[in-house]
Nanobody, 125 residues
Framework: QVQLVESGGGSVQAGGSLRLSCISS????????MAWFRQAPGKEREGVAT???????KYASAVKGRFTISRASPRRTLYLQMNSLKPEDTATYYC???????????????????WGQGTQVTVSS
């Protein structure tokens, strides 16, 4: 069983930056497809970014160029660097892991079998 714990959320003004972290209980996490999702009140959970076992990354169009996903395998940690934040980025952000076979995709939450508890990000205008 893999446990994921997010941290780093908070409140920031538009244009500011935050870095989210997600630490895993499993040492083999570097082989997994990892992702960040977010969910705003009244909206469905949506994919933000993914990183596969080879380090290949993908981003949602809404965050491309502003957010960067990365991982530090020896520390079993996944990161999301968020720059130029906008009020529409306000949401609860979730870390997720997919221990299954490729592809590594954020197309559906059902691909991911491990989830963190979420961390709140609030961006004010």
């Amino acid at each position: 069983q893999v446990q994921l714990v997010e941290s780093g959320g908070g409140s920031v003004q538009a244009g500011g930056s935050l870095r989210l972290s997600c630490i895993s209980s499993a040492y083999g996490i570097s082989r997994y497809c990892m992702a960040w999702f977010r969910q705003a009140p009244g909206k469905e959970r949506e994919g933000v970014a993914t990183i596969d076992g080879n380090g290949f990354t993908k981003y949602a169009s809404a965050v491309k160029g502003r957010f960067t996903i990365s991982r530090a395998s020896p520390r079993r940690t996944l990161y999301l660097q968020m720059n130029s934040l906008k009020p529409e980025d306000t949401a609860t952000y979730y870390c997720a892991a997919d221990s299954g076979q490729p592809p590594c995709t954020m197309a559906a939450t059902s691909h991911f079998n491990y989830w963190g508890q979420g961390t709140q990000v609030t961006v004010s205008s």
